[in-house]
T-cell receptor, first 112, second 116 residues
Framework: GENVEQHPSTLSVQEGDSAVIKCTYSDSASNYFPWYKQELGKGPQLIIDIRSNVGEKKDQRIAVTLNKTAKHFSLHITETQPEDSAVYFCAATPITGNQFYFGTGTSLTVIP | NAGVTQTPKFQVLKTGQSMTLQCAQDMNHEYMSWYRQDPGMGLRLIHYSVGAGITDQGEVPNGYNVSRSTTEDFPLRLLSAAPSQTSVYFC???????????????FGQGTRLTVV
C-alpha cells in the first residue's frame, strides 16, 4: 500500500515568517494530494489540495507544490499568523478510490 | 447542514466490553471511512465503504467490524475492546470525483475512546 512520510513533526516560527512542511509518498499511482488542518479537539479540515496533473497551486497565503518524478509535495504558508497554529496532515490517494493515506502530522506553532 | 456527525464524543470501556461508534452524514456521500488517530502515527484507515452494502478493510481492520445498510450511516463496532484500541476515532465521508479518486473528505469531530 501507499506510504506517506511527513517532516518535520514539530515546527515553530515567528509571526510573519514562512512555514514549509514536506511529504513524500511511495505509490506512483497516487494522483490526489490534500492537506488538512486539525485544531485542538476538532476533526481535520481540508485547506488545500493538488492533483497529479498540476505542479503548483496557491490560495492566498497557502501554496502546495508537487514533484511527481521525485514523489514529494510540500505545503507553504507565508506571513504566518497565530491562528495558523495547529496540526497539519498531508495525504495521498491512489487512483483506485478514496482511501486516504496520511502522514504523521506536523504541529505548527506560530509565536506572536 | 450538519455534515458528519459522530456519537458519542467520549467513551470509557472496560476490556472485553463491546460498543458501537455511530457515524452519520447528510451530504448524500457515497464514500465513508473510519480512521483512528494515535500520537505520532497520524490517521490510519480502519474500514471504508464505497456505497450502501459494500465495505472493505483498510490498514488496521483487526478488532473492528463495520456495515453500511444506508447511504447515511456507517457504524463501527468493537466486539471485545482491548487497551490497544484506546484512540481517537474519526469518521469521514466524500463524494467520488472524476475517476473516483479526487474529492474532499469531510471529517466528524471525533470520538475519544479509552479502554481500561
Amino acid at each position: 500500500g501507499e506510504n506517506v512520510e511527513q517532516h518535520p513533526s514539530t515546527l515553530s516560527v515567528q509571526e510573519g515568517d514562512s512555514a514549509v512542511i514536506k511529504c513524500t509518498y511511495s505509490d506512483s499511482a497516487s494522483n490526489y494530494f490534500p492537506w488538512y488542518k486539525q485544531e485542538l479537539g476538532k476533526g481535520p479540515q481540508l485547506i488545500i489540495d493538488i492533483r497529479s496533473n498540476v505542479g503548483e497551486k496557491k490560495d492566498q497565503r497557502i501554496a502546495v507544490t508537487l514533484n511527481k518524478t521525485a514523489k514529494h509535495f510540500s505545503l507553504h504558508i507565508t506571513e504566518t499568523q497565530p491562528e495558523d497554529s495547529a496540526v497539519y496532515f498531508c495525504a495521498a490517494t491512489p487512483i483506485t478510490g478514496n482511501q486516504f493515506y496520511f502522514g504523521t502530522g506536523t504541529s505548527l506553532t506560530v509565536i506572536p | 447542514n450538519a455534515g458528519v456527525t459522530q456519537t458519542p464524543k467520549f467513551q470509557v470501556l472496560k476490556t472485553g466490553q463491546s460498543m458501537t461508534l455511530q457515524c452519520a452524514q447528510d451530504m448524500n456521500h457515497e464514500y465513508m471511512s473510519w480512521y483512528r488517530q494515535d500520537p505520532g502515527m497520524g490517521l490510519r484507515l480502519i474500514h471504508y465503504s464505497v456505497g450502501a452494502g459494500i465495505t472493505d478493510q483498510g490498514e488496521v481492520p483487526n478488532g473492528y467490524n463495520v456495515s453500511r445498510s444506508t447511504t447515511e450511516d456507517f457504524p463501527l463496532r468493537l466486539l471485545s475492546a482491548a487497551p490497544s484500541q484506546t484512540s481517537v476515532y474519526f469518521c469521514a465521508s466524500s463524494y467520488p470525483g472524476t475517476g473516483g479518486a479526487d474529492t474532499e473528505a469531510f471529517f466528524g469531530q471525533g470520538t475519544r475512546l479509552t479502554v481500561v
